[in-house]
């Protein structure tokens, strides 16, 4: 299995800001406090962890609702990813919330939860993130 890569060069001090680009090219951009800290739009690695995290799940549970005979038409999944001052100084991710709406026909609701609660946990990101909670809240839609 391939090993894949990002890197970041970051300049300067809290008022600097570091440039990211993944091995492929086709994420890159700039992080810089205040779009983590403050209101300041533009990207931050929670939301990198939550776009990974969103579209692990997403595979996850392809691969597992077709090895159960099953095909979604949309799977649509978003990864609130926490970010809150830790007791012990810094910072720290608790918890990320799963929301998933999923057009998927032909699967009862039981079958449904069970394929994608084990997608939750078997999703290769889950099992990176594995120390803060992980919750997932999936609907079935018609």
């Not at 994608?116 to 946990?121: F, G, L, Y």
């Amino acid at each position: 299995m391939p090993t894949k890569q990002a890197e970041t060069k970051w300049q300067g001090g809290k008022d600097g800001s570091g440039d990211f680009t993944t091995e492929s090219g086709e994420i890159s951009g700039t992080l810089k406090f205040p779009t983590r800290f403050e209101d300041e739009v533009g990207t931050n690695p929670e939301e990198l962890i939550g776009a990974a995290h969103s579209g692990c799940f997403c595979m996850q549970l392809t691969a597992l609702l077709e090895g159960e005979g099953y095909t979604a038409n949309e799977l649509h999944t978003v990864a609130d990813v926490h970010l809150r001052p830790a007791e012990d100084g810094g910072f720290e991710i608790p918890q990320i919330d799963l929301t998933l709406e999923a057009d998927v026909p032909d699967i009862d609701e039981a079958t449904f939860m069970d394929i994608a609660n084990t997608a939750k946990e078997t999703c290769p990101v889950s099992k990176a993130l594995a120390g803060p909670e992980i919750t997932l809240d999936a609907s079935l839609v018609s």
